[in-house]
Each structure stands twice: as structure tokens, then as C-alpha cells.
């Protein structure tokens, strides 16, 4: 199949024109000179993606997932990491196991642009600070399993990958 016959099968295009357009001027940018190819590398609940995609069609040219490596996991890893450090009490409801993860989920967010943020439960968890250092730590297992399946996709692939993306 060629790229042209791909490209005209929505189901193996991985970005549309305009996020292709700006991946494309993105990594111009950034100066690597021989890029045929870019990993997408994306964490959804269907859980972690690694795509190898054609630069200049946006096509998918190769594929591995990790079922196993999904938000909730995650959330889950970064409970274990605060109760076990004594930063929060383990729970003892699945009420407040909830509540619990229900902040996790948000720190999460709140990480990605920030280096450390405060929460607080409405009923069983106390006021509790959190860094991306702690999520580092909480997460390290996962970061190298996510490591070893880009770089896996990338070996198999015949393209020159020149940079990855992260959605």
C-alpha cells in the first residue's frame, strides 16, 4: 500500500492537517535535519500508545500498546507512593479511596504545568502537598516500561525517527 493509498484510510492517520502542520514546524524548529518519522507517544484510557508516524503524510508506519499503562493505574502508583511515605493515611473506606485517587487525578494535572501543588479531601484526607519529584519516584517503573516501547517501535521501524511527541 502506498503512502498516498494510506493516507486515504482515515483509520491509519494518526494527526489531522493542522496538528500534523504544527508537529512538522515544531521539530523544524528544533533542528534535527533528518526526520522521516516522529513517535506519537499517548496515555489514554485505553492506555499507552507509542506510533510511529510518516512526517510528511501524518500516516501510521508502526504501532505498540501497553494496555497495562493507564491513567487509573498510574493515579493508583502515586497513592501507593503517598501512603508509603506516610504523606497520607492508607485508607480505610472505599469512600475515601476514592476521594484519595480523586485528588491524585487532579495533582496530576495540575503537575504538568507547575513543580508542586496542595489538596485537600472534603471529608477523609488532609491537607497534603505533592511535587513532580514525588511522581517521578511514584512512577519510575512506568516511565522506563514507556521508554522501552517507544524505543521498541522505533527499532522496528525502517524510517529515521528524528523526534518524539508526547500528547
Known sequence: MSSAERASD???VVLDTSALRDVRERIRAAGPSDCDAFVV???GDRG????VVDAESGVRVGERTDSDL???MLDRAIVDHLTATGRVARPESDEWADELLGLVTGLRGT???AEGAFAMGAEHVG???VSRSDLVVAL????MTAAALWQSVVSEC???VGALVFL
Do not use: G, I, M
Open 70 to 72: 493507564a491513567p487509573r
Open 48 to 51: 499507552l500508545s507509542a506510533t
Open 111 to 113: 503537575l504538568v504545568t
Open 41 to 43: 507517544v499517548d496515555l
Open 127 to 129: 491537607l497534603v502537598r
Open 10 to 12: 482515515p483509520a491509519l
Open 158 to 160: 525502517a524510517r529515521t
Open 140 to 143: 519510575h517503573p512506568y516511565l
